[in-house]
């Protein structure tokens, strides 16, 4: 098991995860009590998230831009990636948010910092689950995704396990934003000591880099990547009027 020294508490909002240099906000949830599909849940977990990470250090006034959770933010899924972006008032709000979801636990987080990707994966999954969302049961077929650097990473640390190589690529790739199809082997795990790792993305389109952490969460592992933006992205009224703009990078 990961030598994580870091815990996140499970239905509880956490608004000081670092990952790096950044603070980051999140919330985990159980999924035992569904009331809408997977999807929409955990959008919907995702808008709270961005809500809380938006209200961080900003004025009154600047607060009234974002409104209640329920009436302004919405996070929708930018294809084919499937990335959610959110949106306050219809706009793109200058906030990157990440999901991930298991049979057993929902996972948002929010940084207006950096680009930031989150993933779950379960420490103990009971033999009678189904290999489609077993992930523990796909140790060896998850080595034919991984370089032959992470391969040496996995053989040098016992503390580091294929689920969770996963998760940090899986993570990573979401901080990335590269809005393509995962290719696995062009993500790679450079780093992983403790609880922390180092990635980086080689794709046509871009190159990306950044570092992640993993933490504790119930009976699962969380991995966050983050990235550093191009730019810090902030709301600006325009000239003449109230409404508001955003920068480019989101």
Same mark, same amino acid.
């Given at each position: =098991?990961?030598?994580?020294?870091? !815990?996140?508490? +499970?239905?509880? =909002?956490?608004?000081?995860?670092c990952?790096?240099?950044?603070?980051?906000?999140?919330?985990?949830?159980?999924?035992?009590?569904?009331?809408?599909?997977?999807?929409?849940?955990?959008r919907?977990?995702?808008?709270?998230?961005?809500?809380?990470?938006? *209200?961080?250090?900003?004025?009154p006034?600047?607060?009234?831009?974002?409104?209640?959770?329920?009436?302004?933010?919405?996070? /929708?899924?930018? =294809?084919?990636?499937?990335?959610?972006?959110?949106?306050?008032?219809?706009?793109?709000?200058?906030?990157?948010?990440?999901?991930?979801?298991?049979?057993?636990?929902?996972a948002?987080? /929010?940084? !207006?910092? @950096?680009?930031?990707?989150?993933?779950?994966?379960?420490?103990?999954?009971?033999?009678?689950?189904?290999?489609?969302?077993?992930?523990?049961?796909?140790?060896?077929?998850l080595?034919?995704?991984f370089?032959?650097?992470?391969?040496?990473?996995?053989?040098?640390?016992?503390?580091?396990?294929?689920? *969770?190589?996963?998760?940090?690529?899986?993570?990573?790739?979401? @901080?990335?934003?590269?809005?393509?199809?995962?290719?696995?082997?062009?993500?790679?795990?450079?780093?992983?000591? %403790?609880?922390?790792?180092?990635?980086?993305?080689?794709?046509?389109?871009?190159? *990306?880099s950044?570092? %992640?952490?993993?933490?504790?969460? %119930?009976?699962? +592992?969380?991995?966050? /990547?983050?990235?550093?933006?191009?730019?810090?992205?902030?709301?600006?009224?325009?000239?003449?009027?109230?409404?508001?703009?955003v920068?480019?990078?989101?």
């Amino acid at each position: =098991m990961v030598q994580a020294t870091r !815990v996140l508490p +499970v239905g509880r =909002m956490c608004s000081g995860a670092c990952v790096g240099d950044w603070q980051c906000t999140v919330l985990l949830e159980s999924r035992h009590h569904l009331k809408q599909t997977p999807s929409i849940d955990v959008r919907r977990l995702a808008e709270r998230v961005a809500h809380a990470c938006l *209200m961080q250090g900003v004025s009154p006034h600047q607060g009234q831009a974002y409104g209640a959770p329920d009436d302004s933010v919405r996070v /929708a899924t930018l =294809m084919p990636s499937g990335r959610p972006v959110a949106t306050v008032s219809g706009r793109v709000a200058p906030v990157c948010v990440s999901v991930s979801h298991t049979r057993l636990m929902r996972a948002a987080v /929010a940084c !207006v910092e @950096a680009f930031v990707g989150i993933d779950l994966v379960e420490t103990c999954v009971p033999a009678t689950t189904p290999l489609k969302g077993n992930t523990c049961r796909r140790d060896r077929n998850l080595d034919a995704w991984f370089t032959q650097g992470e391969l040496r990473l996995l053989a040098d640390r016992t503390d580091l396990t294929p689920p *969770m190589l996963w998760a940090a690529k899986e993570a990573a790739y979401k @901080a990335a934003r590269i809005d393509t199809e995962f290719r696995p082997r062009r993500l790679q795990i450079l780093y992983a000591c %403790g609880d922390r790792f180092r990635w980086r993305m080689c794709d046509r389109w871009a190159n *990306m880099s950044g570092e %992640g952490v993993f933490f504790l969460a %119930g009976d699962h +592992v969380v991995a966050i /990547a983050t990235a550093r933006m191009p730019h810090r992205a902030m709301f600006a009224p325009r000239r003449g009027s109230q409404s508001m703009q955003v920068a480019e990078c989101f």
